[in-house]
């Protein structure tokens, strides 16, 4: 840090004060609490991360493994999901485009579970379960949907598909084509409609 400050008043002439200033909030940003709650974090998605495979072409990966919590308060795993084609979708109750597609995944569940397509839900920032479930009800949801089990692990998982697949996810909904064998196979930005979404289930059906 001193030779940091040297350097700085060779460049420009400001006063010991505004030097100060700028070390100061140097070594906030160095030691925040957002800091140390990511680098708490990343050991264990690193080392999810590297368990990741690819399929036999190297075009597709695993999608990573996560557990949440159901709005029973029942803990699901993405890997119990092995042997069915999974529609992974993050929304959030409060999202227009998400609620546009939900009647679509409610046809394409009626249409296809009997055939081994799993809808999962990742709900983000929408309140506690009961608000959801209640949500749930109103629209006559038929999928699952998955919530945190304490804190904040959705945004973990969050975070964790878009490290897994090279691509941040920075808007809602976002949606993942999953398949028997666990390997993600499309991703979807912003809504789809039941006929797009089946056009791309059905060879894995």
Known sequence: ?????????????????????????LISCENSPAQKDLSSNEPKNKKIEKNLKKDSKGSSISAPDFTLADLNGDWISLNQLKGKVVLLNFWG???????????????????????????????LTSGPPEKISDFADNWGINYTLLTDIEGNETQMVTALYGRSTGKQITGIPTTFLID????????????????????????YL
């Open 93 to 123: 109750t409060w999202c227009g485009p998400c609620r546009k597609e939900i009647p679509d995944f409610i046809k394409l569940s009626n249409k296809y579970k009997k055939e081994g397509l799993e809808i999962v839900g990742i709900t």
């Open 180 to 203: 028997r064998e666990g390997f993600i196979r499309k991703r979807y930005v912003g809504p789809r409609s039941e006929a797009i979404f089946y056009n791309d289930i059905k060879p």
């Open 1 to 25: 840090m001193n030779i940091l400050i040297k350097n700085i008043k060779k460049i420009f002439p400001l006063d010991g004060v505004l030097i100060f200033l700028i070390a100061l909030s």
